[in-house]
C-alpha cells in the first residue's frame, strides 16, 4: 500500500475528529515534516504511523483494513462520477462536483481521474475548447515528461488517450499510439489501477484512432486484447466496438470470413446487452459502414450455418 494513501486517509480522520495538525503531529515529527508525508514527497515510517494510530485511538491494523475499503469505495465513487459526466447527467454531475471539491482523496489514481472527468464536463458542455481541455490534461499527467517514462498506470494511459480526440498537434498523436502501443505489449510496464472501465477504454480508443489511420492490424490486435479481457471478467464493457471494429478491418482487409463471424458477435453482444438504443445507433453504423441490412445479413448468416433448419 502506498504511503501517500496512508497519510492522506490519517489526515482525513484527523480532520474527522477536529484535531488540529499542530496537536496531532506534537511529539511525533514537525509539521513541515508531515506536511511532507502528505504531499507524498517523503514516506512515513511504519512506528510514526503506529504513533499517528495511537493518538487516534485505533489499532494500526484496523487502519489498515478501514484505509482499503475506504480506498475501494472511493475509487467506486470516482468511477460514478465519470459515468454521469459521460452520460451527460448534469444534475449529479454538479452535486457530486461540489461534494468533492473540498475532498481529501485517499488515492491520487482517484484524484487525477476526478479532476480528468471535471475537464472532460466542461469541454463537452463547451466551457472550455479542445486546445485548453487538451492542455490541461497534459498539465495533469506530466506530459512533457512522458517521452522518457518508460512505465505507466491505467490511468495516466487513460488520459493520454483521451488526447487522441483532443490534441490538435497531429505528431503527439502518433507518439502517444506508438508510446501505448509498447507498453500494452508488455503488461510488465503496465501499473495497476482501481478504475475498473480504464483498461478496456483505453484499448477503445487506440483500436479507433488506429482504425482512422488505417492501421487494421493494429485494430485487430487492441480489439482481441478488448475481447480477451471483457470475456476473462465476464464484464462486456465496449464489447460490441471491439466486435465492430474488428468485422470493419477484416472488411477493409478483404478477409469477408472473419469480417462475417466479427459482425454476428457483435449482433449477439448487442442482444445480450439488450439495449434498445444502443442495438438502433449500431444498426445505423453497420448499414452504413457495410453497405448492408444488418437485419437481412443476420438471417442469411443463419440460414447458411444452419442449413437444417430451413428444410
Known sequence: MK?????NYLERLRAARSISQESFTMG???????????SGESDIPFQVIDKFCDRLGIQTINLMRELETARIDESKDVDTFYNHV????????NELRDLYATKQFIDNENKMLFEHAVILYDFMT???????????????????????????????????TSLLDLDPIVNEKQMIASKLKVILNDQSLVLGSSVNFAYPLVLFRLAKFSGSNKNYSDVLNYCRMGIEHDLEIKNFYL??????????????????????????????ALHIDDNQKKIEKFTQMINRDFNISFADFVIEHYRKNNPKSTD
Do not use: P
Not at 86 to 93: A, R, T
Not at 129 to 142: F, G, M, P, T, W
Not at 242 to 257: H, I, P
Open 28 to 38: 511525533i515529527t514537525s509539521l513541515r515534516q508531515y506536511r511532507r508525508y502528505l
Open 86 to 93: 459521460v452520460y451527460n447527467n448534469h444534475d449529479k454531475v
Open 239 to 268: 464489447l460490441e466496438y471491439f466486435y465492430y471494429y474488428s468485422a470493419l478491418s477484416y472488411y477493409r482487409l478483404g478477409d469477408l470470413e472473419h469480417y462475417e463471424s466479427m459482425l454476428m458477435r457483435c449482433f449477439v
Open 126 to 160: 463547451q466551457k472550455i475548447n479542445a486546445e485548453v481541455a487538451s492542455q490541461k490534461n497534459k498539465e495533469l499527467i506530466h506530459f512533457e515528461k512522458m517521452g522518457k517514462q518508460s512505465i505507466f498506470s491505467l490511468t495516466e494511459m487513460l488520459i493520454m
Open 3 to 7: 504511503s501517500f494513501e496512508l497519510t
